[in-house]
């Protein structure tokens, strides 16, 4: 059983406090990515993926919306996804940009382009952002959904995000404390959930904004579990009971190394299968957060590998676990 949620994730100053991680383990502090950075130098990294090594294919994306009982999710790219369902079309963490970084000048940039062309994106209902990181919240993309939907489309966000949004003239952000619901065209409903994570954007910033997981849940009672960006902890058997059972579950997979460093806040393949099992072990696992940007310094093309090795161990069913290509769409027909 997983041990009882920790009383609060709020602190008296206005800042959220990571729970599950053990005190003084919070802060990434300069010395530590120096330390990082130096080990880094020290031993190398493996290679980049060469062409053809994350090949892209076609989208099957419903126009302009998913038929009635049907589920489709199309991968993006890292931890954004088209999600059709219960007539209507989200996005989750949704990127375009070249670069995973606050200029397109530097920083890691894509290893293959983003997998559906925005001119092929269907009417947008909603966006689910999980929290602020460069890779996850990209002002660029914002801008341009924003230009092209206005304001039909609904921003669904932890606490904290209306400021950055009012910043670039969008209001009416939907923002949601852990456990808080919100109800979306045709019933259905998305419930903010826990993860384990934390948030910055600027050197003056931290913990200003909080990160989060999100349930879908569907009018004819099938559920979407995105995980956003987390660590393993032991709030997964609590979300499952409050919001599961889930149909699809988007996990997380990648940029885990170094341990010592990562741990807190990104599950190995490992972490994740057992995640997947805390929320039920049932549903599509559909794997994310992985062979698009080069975050951390794992071989870029080992979470698919070890997530397989993990899942055969579990001795889960094969059929469920879902790798998928860039811009493949997994279609899971009407119960």
């Not at 219960?86 to 530097?106: C, I």
């Not at 606490?159 to 919100?182: H, M, N, P, S, V």
């Not at 599950?267 to 080069?294: I, K, S």
């Amino acid at each position: 059983m997983s041990p009882p949620l920790p009383p609060s994730h709020h602190t008296g100053d206005g800042k959220f406090r990571i729970p599950w991680v053990v005190e003084g383990g919070e802060k990434r502090t300069q010395l530590q990515l120096l330390q990082w950075m130096g080990e880094r130098f020290l031993r190398g990294r493996a290679a980049n993926p060469r062409a053809g090594d994350l090949p892209m294919v076609r989208s099957e994306i419903a126009t302009p919306r998913g038929a009635e009982g049907e589920i489709r999710v199309t991968w993006v790219g890292h931890s954004t996804f088209l999600i059709q369902a219960g007539g209507v079309n989200l996005l989750t963490d949704p990127h375009w940009s070249l670069r995973a970084s606050p200029s397109q000048r530097f920083g890691p940039a894509r290893f293959v382009p983003a997998a559906v062309a925005w001119e092929a994106l269907p009417p947008i209902d909603a966006v689910l952002l999980s929290h602020d990181h460069y890779d996850h919240l990209d002002e660029d993309t914002v801008r341009r959904l924003h230009e092209r939907f206005g304001a039909s489309l609904r921003w669904v966000t932890p606490l904290k995000y209306a400021d950055w949004f009012a910043r670039l003239g969008i209001r009416g952000i939907t923002e949601l404390d852990w456990w808080d619901e919100a109800e979306l065209a045709g019933g259905v409903r998305v419930t903010c959930a826990p993860a384990q994570h934390w948030t910055r954007r600027t050197l003056r910033e931290y913990n200003d904004r909080l990160w989060a997981s999100f349930a879908v849940r569907l009018p004819g009672g099938r559920g979407i579990y995105f995980a956003g960006d987390s660590g393993y902890f032991g709030g997964y058997g609590e979300i499952a009971r409050r919001t599961g059972p889930f149909d699809v579950v988007l996990m997380p997979v990648g940029a885990y190394d170094p341990r010592w460093f990562m741990k807190p806040a990104h599950m190995n393949p490992e972490e994740a299968v057992r995640a997947y099992q805390d929320l039920g072990g049932r549903g599509a696992f559909v794997a994310m957060h992985w062979g698009t940007f080069r975050l951390t310094d794992e071989d870029p093309l080992e979470p698919p590998l070890r997530t397989r090795a993990a899942w055969s161990a579990a001795g889960l069913p094969p059929g469920d676990l879902k790798v998928m290509r860039h811009g493949e769409t997994l279609k899971v027909p009407s119960a």
